[in-house]
């Protein structure tokens, strides 16, 4: 069946230290979703891709979506505390709308 | 404009046991999707209603059922409960774009956290 990706699952960081997750399909995705859950709480999301090479922006995370649309990134530029979390890359296939997630990766910020 | 409601937030039952969950959309959305996130997993997709249909469901057995109603609130139910359905429920809205394919964001609700003893 269709699965979605997400490395690492855990990533430790020195506050001010880059972070990066990737995200990868078996099967082209018609747009791919990003969410941020912090520790008991519920998935938020961040940002959708659309577009094939897509990038966008917001402050210091950086998300990317690969030319064949399969996989994606989320970069955050010098880390903070408040970026504490488990971060999901969610993929859509075709129309059907529902998400496919990937298995999160966690993040903790030393600081 | 209130976002996605959940409820109740908190639930314990024993192995058995039948549950209902409910949701409400946020406004001027009108499909719920629902989704079990079991501790330290990604959430995977239950089903989706749309026009107080089921429209899509994901790996889940017939134990798991739904309902919308014509304000677009939506309930889940589990029968026969077994430990292995502890787990964070989520519900989640969107609005269905015009000709009804494809839709916009998902906003999620805080969850319903059930405990099967």
């Known amino acids: 069946g269709q699965q979605v990706m997400q490395i690492p699952q855990y990533q430790h960081v020195q506050e001010g230290e880059d972070f990066t997750t990737y995200c990868n399909s078996s099967?082209?995705?018609?747009?791919i979703q990003w969410y941020k859950q912090r520790p008991g709480g519920h998935p938020v999301f961040l940002i959708q891709?659309?577009?094939?090479?897509e990038v966008k922006k917001q402050k210091r995370l950086t998300f990317q979506f690969g030319e064949a649309k399969k996989n994606s990134s989320l970069h955050i530029t010098a880390t903070q505390t408040t970026d504490v979390g488990t971060y999901f890359c969610?993929?859509?296939?075709?129309?059907?709308?529902?998400?496919?997630f990937g298995k999160g990766t966690k993040l903790s910020v030393k600081p | 404009d209130a976002g996605v409601t959940q409820s109740p937030t908190h639930l314990i039952k024993t192995r058995g046991q039948q549950v209902t969950l409910r949701c409400s959309p946020k406004?001027?959305?009108?499909?719920v999707s629902w989704y079990q996130q079991a501790l330290g997993q990604g959430p995977q997709f239950i089903f989706q209603?749309?026009?107080?249909?089921?429209?899509q469901r994901g790996n889940f057995p017939d134990r798991f059922s739904g309902h919308q109603f014509p304000n677009y609130s939506s309930e889940l139910n589990v029968n026969a409960l077994l430990l292995g359905d502890s787990a964070l429920y989520l519900c989640?809205?969107?609005?269905?774009?015009?000709?009804?394919?494809?839709?916009?964001?998902?906003?999620f609700g805080p969850g319903t956290r059930l405990l099967v003893l």
């Open positions: 989640a809205s969107s609005r269905k774009l015009a000709g009804g394919l494809n839709q916009e964001t998902q906003y």
């Open positions: 099967t082209t995705l018609s747009n």
């Open positions: 891709l659309v577009k094939s090479g």
């Open positions: 969610a993929g859509v296939r075709g129309s059907q709308g529902n998400l496919i």
């Open positions: 406004s001027g959305h009108d499909t």
């Open positions: 209603y749309y026009e107080e249909e089921e429209r």
